[in-house]
């Protein structure tokens, strides 16, 4: 079985869409103005990161944590 995983090529609209539960580690990184961002919808992990002269590996690492937390659904 093969795990989803978000990378730095991953859109920060499909993060939102399909893991939830990403919502605070975003929220904490880029703000609350990430989920209305009309960005989001193209901007890829890596893009986003750059722009706020973020860390993309610590953000990816922090993603795929959430996303692997016991009891939640892919």
Same mark, same amino acid.
């Given at each position: #079985?093969?795990? $989803?995983?978000?990378?730095?090529?991953?859109?920060?609209?499909?993060?939102?869409?399909?893991?939830?539960?990403?919502?605070?580690?975003?929220?904490?990184?880029?703000?609350?103005?990430?989920?209305?961002?009309?960005? $989001? #919808?193209?901007?890829?992990?890596?893009?986003?990161?750059?722009?706020? &002269?973020?860390?993309?590996?610590?953000?990816?690492?922090?993603?795929?944590? $959430?996303?692997?937390?016991?009891?939640? &659904?892919?």
């Amino acid at each position: #079985m093969t795990t $989803a995983q978000i990378t730095k090529d991953t859109k920060l609209r499909e993060v939102l869409e399909r893991w939830p539960e990403t919502a605070e580690v975003l929220a904490r990184f880029f703000g609350e103005g990430c989920f209305t961002c009309p960005g $989001a #919808m193209i901007e890829t992990i890596e893009f986003a990161a750059t722009m706020h &002269s973020l860390p993309v590996e610590k953000l990816l690492e922090e993603l795929n944590a $959430a996303i692997k937390q016991p009891g939640q &659904s892919e």
